[in-house]
């Protein structure tokens, strides 16, 4: 059973930074994809950023290109999200997730499992 918890989360200022952290336990990840997603009230929850546990591929969504950047420690199995130059429509819950398929990275939240409970982003402007 794979338990995944976020933390990081907070109020900050547009243009200010952020970083999430996602630790992970009990199992291995390798060769998964997991990523990190958004929910804004009232909205669908969205992707934002994607790794691979083993080789490092990382994807992301095009509105946080060149301001976020997703990374992890195998050592501490803890995958994290530095959120940089942020804006107020960031302004969501955050949530970290693993793919239901090895070496497969898709976009849908749907294809994602063993969810965290998420941590609130808040940008003022």
């Known amino acids: 059973q794979v338990q995944l918890v976020e933390s990081g989360g907070g109020l900050v200022q547009a243009g200010g930074s952020l970083r999430l952290s996602c630790a992970a336990s009990?199992?291995?990840?390798?060769?998964?994809?997991m990523g990190w997603f958004r929910q804004a009230p009232g909205k669908e929850r969205e992707f934002v950023a994607a790794?691979?546990?083993?080789?490092?591929?990382?994807y992301y969504t095009d509105s946080v290109k060149g301001r976020f950047t997703i990374s992890k420690d195998n050592a501490k199995n803890t995958m994290y999200l530095q959120m940089n130059s942020l804006k107020p429509e960031d302004t969501a819950v955050y949530y970290c997730a693993v793919h239901k398929r090895m070496m497969v990275v898709t976009t849908t939240p749907a294809d994602f499992g063993s969810w965290g409970q998420g941590t609130q982003v808040t940008v003022s402007s």
């Open positions: 009990g199992r291995t990840f390798s060769r998964y994809y």
């Open positions: 790794i691979n546990w083993s080789v490092g591929s990382t």
